[in-house]
């Protein structure tokens, strides 16, 4: 079984800044494409960024400048820092990676269960 683990949110003042990890563990054998969505209440969910496994990323518009996307492939972990954080930044962040697993043997999209991340004064 593959799980990934989302930690870092929390409640944070507008301007502010949090750092979210997500960890991927189990029967991995490969992990290509890493990312990160949010959901806010009432919203779909979307692309907030992604990262390949050389280091490539993409932003959503929103996000470019004040966030950035990393990842540590020795250690199946993707994280997100994210500065000058502002109130339309509240939602569940997600994390989501593509994994060969060695117990199914087939790439496929696994996701954590997410994390609360509120910026309010």
């Known amino acids: 079984q593959v799980q990934l683990v989302e930690s870092g949110g929390g409640l944070v003042q507008p301007g502010g800044s949090l750092r979210l990890s997500c960890v991927a563990s189990g029967s991995i054998s490969s992990i290509r494409g890493m990312g990160w969505y949010r959901q806010a209440p009432g919203k779909e969910r979307e692309l907030v960024a992604d990262?390949?496994?050389?280091?490539?990323?993409n932003y959503a518009d929103s996000v470019k400048g004040r966030f950035t996307i990393s990842r540590d492939n020795a250690k199946n972990t993707v994280y997100l820092q994210m500065n000058s954080l502002r109130p339309e930044d509240t939602a569940m962040y997600s994390c989501?990676?593509?994994?060969?697993?060695?117990?199914?043997?087939?790439?496929?999209?696994?996701w954590g269960q997410g994390t609360q991340v509120t910026v309010s004064s």
């Open positions: 989501n990676a593509y994994i060969w697993s060695l117990s199914v043997y087939v790439w496929k999209v696994y």
């Open positions: 990262i390949t496994p050389g280091g490539t990323t």
